[in-house]
T-cell receptor, first 114, second 111 residues
Framework: ETGVTQTPRHLVMGMTNKKSLKCEQHLGHNAMYWYKQSAKKPLELMFVYNFKEQTENNSVPSRFSPECPNSSHLFLHLHTLQPEDSALYLC?????????????FGPGTRLTVT | GDSVTQMEGPVTLSEEAFLTINCTYTATGYPSLFWYVQYPGEGLQLLLKATKADDKGSNKGFEATYRKETTSFHLEKGSVQVSDSAVYFCALMDSNYQLIWGAGTKLIIKP
């Protein structure tokens, strides 16, 4: 595997379910990100982890719970979601190097909340 | 706060037409600027970037020049192909090294 991978690619869940999204980066980066992409809206940064420490939480509801056990893996735990949480969830990683913080994205998980 | 404004889409062009997608920004200082592209069913990929004023980023026939006078970073391509159909995002990197995104512009190229 190369780059940033995300599983599952598609997920349908009821409002009372609990599920988790997984992201893995194979690039040796030290920062990882969760974004939410909804139709006709700019990308919304949800969480940022640097060296496994959460450094950003953009007022995300507590029904979204991130976990970063190591610098290569990032999870997003979901529980009691709402239909408006249906979106594409994108994971990204980056490595600060000589001022270059380019972010590399995974293919995303398409989440539908019924 | 920092912000990025892109032209609304969709932009529909015929193959081999000239492409311009406008992007302007508001920021403190001189941030790095990026264009990302998202093909159907995929994540975002960096298309090109520029880190200082008057820099020109280029890749795959696409170009954008960092214009501090007009705070713009317009994306151009001289002759588009059907395979260029995608959503294009303009972004800037703020002082906290986070990306601030435009809303995206959907590009449709017809054969």
């Amino acid at each position: 595997e190369t780059g940033v991978t995300q599983t599952p690619r598609h997920l349908v869940m009821g409002m009372t379910n609990k599920k988790s999204l997984k992201c893995e980066q194979h690039l040796g980066h030290n920062a990882m990100y969760w974004y939410k992409q909804s139709a006709k809206k700019p990308l919304e940064l949800m969480f940022v982890y640097n060296f496994k420490e959460q450094t950003e939480n953009n007022s995300v509801p507590s029904r979204f719970s991130p976990e970063c056990p190591n610098s290569s893996h990032l999870f997003l735990h979901l529980h009691t979601l709402q239909p408006e949480d249906s979106a594409l969830y994108l994971c990204a990683s980056s490595q600060a190097r000589d001022g270059d913080y380019e972010q590399y994205f995974g293919p995303g998980t398409r989440l539908t909340v019924t | 706060g920092d912000s990025v404004t892109q032209m609304e889409g969709p932009v529909t062009l015929s193959e081999e037409a000239f492409l311009t997608i406008n992007c302007t920004y508001t920021a403190t200082g001189y941030p790095s600027l990026f264009w990302y592209v998202q093909y159907p069913g995929e994540g975002l990929q960096l298309l090109l970037k520029a880190t200082k004023a008057d820099d020109k980023g280029s890749n795959k026939g696409f170009e954008a020049t960092y214009r501090k006078e007009t705070t713009s970073f317009h994306l151009e391509k001289g002759s588009v192909q059907v395979s260029d159909s995608a959503v294009y995002f303009c972004a800037l990197m703020d002082s906290n090294y986070q990306l601030i995104w435009g809303a995206g512009t959907k590009l449709i190229i017809k054969p």
